[in-house]
């Protein structure tokens, strides 16, 4: 498996709106983008710091994952996300070694990126997220 970097860190919460300025306005960081992942009923916002993301997720169903998340724990860090180049076999290596996870294949995400999680239960109890760009996904 070859992680590049973090691509970025995941934030719970529950409004957009409210959480976007202290971003901007506290720590100077400027939202880039703002999109809808509607097969994962979340409404997201980046930001950079150096090359890391900082992607805040605001859930739009009340039985998504981040709304679930939020009921449980609240508002908060969600997830990290590393970079990755070829997420398949990256996916077949971690299945091989016992890790679990939440997708055995890579999904749609944010900013055209493929996407796949990891469970918890075999990350330390770290949500894990991996990324790669560029690759068109089969559907």
Known sequence: MNLSH????GIAVKSLKEAIPFYE???GLKCYNVEEVVEQQVKTAFFMV???KI???????????????????????????????????????LAGKGVQLLDRT?????????IAFLHPKSTLGVLTELCEQGTKLTI
């Not at 739009?60 to 990755?84: L, M, Y």
Request: hydrophobic share 35%.
């Open 55 to 93: 992607e805040l997720l605001e859930p739009t169903g009340a039985d998504s994952t981040v709304a679930r998340f939020i009921e449980k724990r609240g508002e908060g860090v969600h997830h990290v996300a590393f970079a990755v180049e070829g997420l398949q076999p990256s996916l077949d290596e």
């Open 106 to 114: 890579p999904r749609r995400g944010a900013e055209g990126l493929q």
């Open 25 to 27: 306005e506290v720590l």
């Open 50 to 52: 150096g090359r890391t």
């Open 6 to 9: 973090i691509e970025h860190i």
